[in-house]
């Protein structure tokens, strides 16, 4: 099962991040500013979703794969309390993000623009629990198909408002609304069909506190993880401009090409293992890791290779400035996509904190370093930085699950040819049991 959604899962996000990726093209060639800007509010709309889901979302595939809620109860609740968490930290993000904005922490970049990630987050707030329900009871090629079409209505949305109507951030950020909203509403139709005989709304005090008591383990983490993975960016437009941060985060999209197998494979694995027993878990995890490193390692080599190649072919602005951070970043991303991995092995087995730990470990190494380097090295200091933070977060990381698993550092980093002889047959049976079904 764990190789059939695998599969699934890896076929719809080629798809999405095909998809995803031509949409970058389009915002970059609106300009290096309009990419900055885009940039800087796709982070901050992120904090806010983070935020305001306090792991709730991940917390419901932990507990629906652990069968101790049904699925009605967890959908019922979360619709519930995500609308309330939502409005109650807007009234403590809004002011804090104003304050931040007077202080100069977003450079040149328009209030309004940073404003509007308040419009867009409590959709995209409403997809990601959609998501993780259909995530928590199993039905994961659920939860891909409304990731795919999220992508399918921002592209196709994205170019009608910036080729027919008007260009610049505001249509960038209109075609992501509009995207989110479509999506979450989708998202809750199929559940609501899915379970016709209890619609509605529930307050759950005991589900609440376990919401609450695993997703305060996991999310602060991944906050952390969040604001560190992108202070480079917020932080080169402090010191430099916002059409830097724009040439930047070109670098960072291409860097992160190389985290689609690890995202594929932690989105899997998570619920998988929150299934399983410690044992089979650690197994598994380690089979996951091992052949996601060897993945990691040529994907990443490939990337650096064919981007400056590509960077003349498929951008109008010159983003040139983006090969050497490119270059020197992609380590720090492969490192944090071996994170992931192994992070979806320990959220699996209720160990989210340790996450946690190593996100803040990696948020004090990114902040530190990008203040000392970004403004004597510019972009170049500022991939250097976030290179070294990313091995930080997996060394942290990784010695929590030596001690977990009692496995060596080359039992999840390492392939072996047993792995290539599993992953063969276990593919093989699959398009097997496809043919055979037609």
Same mark, same amino acid.
């Given at each position: 099962?764990?190789?059939? *959604?695998?599969?699934?899962?890896?076929?719809?996000?080629?798809?999405?991040?095909?998809?995803?990726?031509?949409?970058?093209?389009?915002?970059?060639?609106?300009?290096?500013?309009?990419?900055?800007?885009?940039?800087? =509010?796709?982070?901050?709309? *992120?904090?806010?979703?983070?935020?305001?889901?306090?792991?709730?979302? /991940?917390?419901? =595939?932990?507990?629906?794969?652990?069968?101790?809620? *049904?699925? *009605?109860?967890?959908?019922?609740?979360?619709?519930?309390?995500?609308?309330?968490?939502?409005?109650?930290?807007?009234?403590?993000?809004?002011?804090?993000?104003?304050?931040?904005?007077?202080?100069?922490?977003?450079?040149?970049?328009?209030?309004?623009?940073?404003?509007?990630?308040?419009?867009?987050?409590?959709?995209?707030?409403?997809?990601?629990?959609?998501?993780?329900?259909?995530?928590?009871?199993?039905?994961?090629?659920?939860?891909?198909?409304?990731?795919?079409?999220?992508?399918?209505?921002?592209?196709?949305?994205?170019?009608?408002?910036?080729?027919?109507?008007?260009?610049? $951030?505001?249509?960038?950020?209109?075609?992501?609304?509009?995207?989110?909203?479509?999506?979450?509403?989708?998202?809750?139709?199929?559940?609501?069909?899915?379970?016709?005989?209890?619609?509605?709304?529930?307050?759950?005090?005991?589900?609440?506190?376990?919401?609450?008591?695993?997703?305060?383990?996991?999310?602060?983490?991944?906050?952390?993880?969040?604001?560190?993975?992108? $202070?480079?960016?917020?932080?080169?437009?402090?010191?430099? $401009?916002?059409?830097?941060?724009?040439?930047?985060?070109?670098?960072?999209?291409?860097?992160?090409?190389?985290?689609?197998i690890p995202f594929v494979l932690h989105y899997v694995l998570f619920p998988h293992v929150s299934g399983r027993?410690?044992?089979?878990?650690?197994?598994?995890?380690?089979?996951?890791?091992?052949?996601?490193?060897?993945?990691?390692?040529?994907?990443?080599?490939?990337?650096?290779?064919?981007?400056?190649?590509?960077?003349?072919?498929? %951008?109008?602005?010159?983003?040139?400035?983006?090969? %050497?951070?490119?270059?020197?970043?992609?380590?720090?991303?492969?490192?944090?996509?071996?994170?992931?991995?192994?992070?979806?092995?320990?959220?699996?087995?209720?160990?989210?904190?340790?996450?946690?730990?190593?996100?803040?470990?990696?948020?004090?190494?990114?902040? #530190?370093?990008? =203040?000392?380097?970004?403004?004597?090295?510019?972009?170049?200091?500022?991939?250097?930085?976030?290179?070294?933070?990313?091995?930080? /977060?997996?060394?942290?990381?990784?010695? %929590?699950?030596?001690?977990?698993?009692?496995?060596?550092w080359s039992d999840f980093l390492f392939v072996k040819l047993n792995d290539i002889v599993a992953v063969y047959?276990?593919?093989?049976?699959?398009? #097997?049991?496809?043919?055979?079904?037609?």
């Amino acid at each position: 099962m764990f190789v059939k *959604d695998s599969i699934n899962t890896f076929l719809l996000r080629c798809a999405v991040y095909g998809l995803a990726f031509w949409v970058s093209i389009i915002v970059s060639n609106l300009g290096q500013e309009v990419k900055g800007e885009v940039a800087i =509010v796709f982070m901050m709309t *992120d904090v806010v979703r983070l935020v305001s889901l306090m792991g709730f979302d /991940a917390a419901a =595939v932990y507990y629906l794969r652990r069968k101790k809620y *049904d699925y *009605d109860t967890v959908a019922r609740t979360l619709n519930l309390v995500a609308p309330l968490m939502f409005l109650g930290w807007s009234l403590i993000l809004f002011p804090l993000f104003y304050w931040l904005h007077s202080s100069g922490l977003f450079g040149n970049v328009d209030f309004k623009y940073i404003a509007a990630c308040f419009v867009i987050a409590p959709f995209g707030s409403l997809m990601d629990i959609q998501i993780n329900i259909f995530n928590g009871s199993g039905e994961i090629r659920r939860g891909n198909v409304i990731s795919f079409l999220f992508n399918v209505w921002y592209l196709a949305t994205l170019a009608v408002i910036t080729f027919v109507f008007f260009e610049g $951030t505001w249509g960038v950020l209109a075609a992501y609304t509009f995207a989110f909203a479509m999506s979450a509403l989708l998202g809750v139709a199929m559940n609501w069909k899915r379970s016709r005989s209890r619609r509605g709304f529930e307050w759950n005090p005991a589900l609440v506190k376990d919401l609450a008591s695993w997703g305060a383990r996991s999310q602060a983490g991944a906050l952390a993880r969040k604001i560190a993975s992108r $202070t480079d960016l917020l932080l080169a437009n402090y010191y430099i $401009t916002v059409a830097s941060a724009g040439v930047y985060s070109v670098a960072l999209n291409w860097a992160e090409l190389s985290l689609f197998i690890p995202f594929v494979l932690h989105y899997v694995l998570f619920p998988h293992v929150s299934g399983r027993d410690k044992e089979s878990s650690i197994r598994l995890t380690n089979r996951v890791a091992r052949l996601s490193a060897a993945v990691l390692v040529l994907i990443g080599i490939s990337v650096c290779v064919i981007f400056p190649y590509m960077e003349k072919i498929l %951008y109008k602005p010159d983003y040139s400035g983006a090969i %050497y951070p490119l270059m020197i970043v992609m380590p720090g991303v492969i490192s944090m996509g071996l994170f992931k991995i192994i992070m979806g092995g320990l959220d699996g087995l209720g160990r989210p904190q340790y996450g946690t730990y190593a996100s803040f470990g990696a948020l004090v190494s990114t902040i #530190v370093l990008n =203040v000392l380097l970004i403004p004597r090295f510019g972009l170049i200091g500022a991939a250097s930085a976030t290179s070294l933070t990313g091995l930080v /977060a997996f060394s942290i990381v990784g010695l %929590y699950y030596r001690h977990l698993s009692s496995a060596g550092w080359s039992d999840f980093l390492f392939v072996k040819l047993n792995d290539i002889v599993a992953v063969y047959e276990s593919v093989k049976s699959v398009i #097997v049991g496809f043919r055979r079904k037609n």
